[in-house]
């Protein structure tokens, strides 16, 4: 990502952006490349200013995503069943932040993301992860770790409205015994309380051609590492990232 077009932006610490933490959302996500999103950054400058911490502008993350034997979250979301749930663990690099995290997608389309703190990702889950999760779910689930997956993210907020912005690039998917990297795409998620369609994010997306577009970075993991898994829905959203980054 071009440091200069960061640069460009206003800057907003951690603290002051966890006042818009948006833990019960709707998103609405964004695929393109980063040559694209270079052409959309201008547009935005004056209205949002960017997540800073230490002169850091472009975090690290790492998440550890954990499923059944027979991958019942990632079959749910292929299936389309509307109310469901991903569990994972995400390591905020740049702050030195663990959380153990569940989102749960509603009929309604809107997510609630609930999380907890833990010192570091786990590979077996501990006895209060497991707490965690059975009083967060409600079900008495078990798991495993399945699949890792590692970005970089930027992030803007609304000088306005509540109102985030993420931006994901340099992603990166491993198993135990294979990897795969999705380096040319970038992956916008608007993530807001009630969904505005005339905010500058949106606007400059629509002058610049880029639409709407479902994209789970689990699920897109899953379907291309393993391949004796059912992928058939995202053979679509596979076509147009095959197409984005050739």
Same mark, same amino acid.
């Given at each position: 990502?071009?440091? !200069?077009?960061?640069?460009?932006?206003?800057?907003?610490?951690?603290?002051?952006?966890?006042?818009?933490?948006?833990?019960?959302?709707?998103?609405?996500?964004?695929?393109?490349?980063?040559?694209?999103?270079?052409?959309?950054?201008?547009?935005?400058? /004056?209205?949002?200013?960017?997540?800073?911490?230490?002169?850091?502008?472009?975090?690290?993350?790492?998440?550890?995503?954990?499923?059944?034997?027979?991958?019942?979250?990632?079959?749910?979301?292929?299936?389309?069943?509307?109310?469901?749930?991903?569990?994972?663990?995400?390591?905020?690099?740049?702050?030195?932040?663990?959380?153990?995290?569940?989102?749960?997608?509603?009929?309604?389309?809107?997510?609630?993301?609930?999380?907890?703190?833990?010192?570091?990702?786990?590979?077996?889950?501990?006895?209060?992860?497991?707490?965690?999760?059975?009083?967060?779910?409600?079900?008495?689930?078990?798991?495993?770790?399945?699949? !890792? /997956?590692?970005?970089?993210?930027?992030?803007?907020? /609304?000088?306005?409205?509540?109102?985030?912005?993420?931006?994901?690039?340099?992603?990166?998917?491993?198993?135990?015994?294979?990897?795969?990297?999705?380096?040319?795409?970038?992956?916008?998620?608007?993530?807001?309380?009630?969904?505005?369609?005339?905010?500058?994010?949106?606007?400059?997306?629509?002058?610049?051609?880029?639409?709407?577009?479902?994209?789970?970075?689990?699920?897109?993991?899953?379907?291309?590492?393993?391949?004796?898994?059912?992928?058939?829905?995202?053979?679509?959203?596979?076509?147009?990232?095959?197409?984005?980054?050739?």
């Amino acid at each position: 990502m071009d440091p !200069y077009s960061l640069s460009q932006f206003e800057p907003i610490a951690l603290k002051e952006m966890n006042s818009v933490s948006l833990l019960k959302r709707i998103d609405t996500k964004f695929l393109t490349t980063e040559t694209k999103l270079l052409e959309v950054l201008p547009y935005l400058q /004056n209205d949002y200013r960017i997540l800073e911490i230490d002169e850091n502008r472009l975090m690290n993350y790492a998440t550890l995503y954990f499923d059944t034997e027979d991958l019942r979250s990632y079959m749910e979301h292929h299936n389309g069943k509307a109310k469901r749930q991903k569990i994972r663990m995400r390591k905020y690099i740049d702050s030195d932040l663990c959380f153990l995290e569940i989102k749960e997608k509603q009929n309604s389309g809107m997510t609630n993301k609930t999380r907890c703190t833990i010192a570091d990702l786990e590979t077996t889950l501990s006895t209060k992860s497991k707490e965690f999760i059975k009083k967060t779910t409600k079900k008495d689930l078990v798991l495993k770790p399945v699949l !890792y /997956n590692y970005f970089q993210r930027f992030t803007l907020v /609304n000088t306005q409205r509540s109102e985030r912005v993420t931006i994901d690039s340099c992603l990166n998917y491993k198993t135990d015994d294979t990897t795969k990297a999705l380096q040319k795409i970038v992956v916008i998620e608007v993530k807001q309380e009630k969904q505005n369609v005339q905010t500058p994010i949106y606007k400059a997306l629509k002058v610049n051609k880029i639409r709407t577009s479902s994209f789970s970075k689990y699920c897109i993991g899953v379907a291309n590492l393993f391949k004796d898994t059912k992928a058939n829905r995202f053979k679509e959203l596979n076509l147009k990232i095959n197409k984005l980054t050739n």
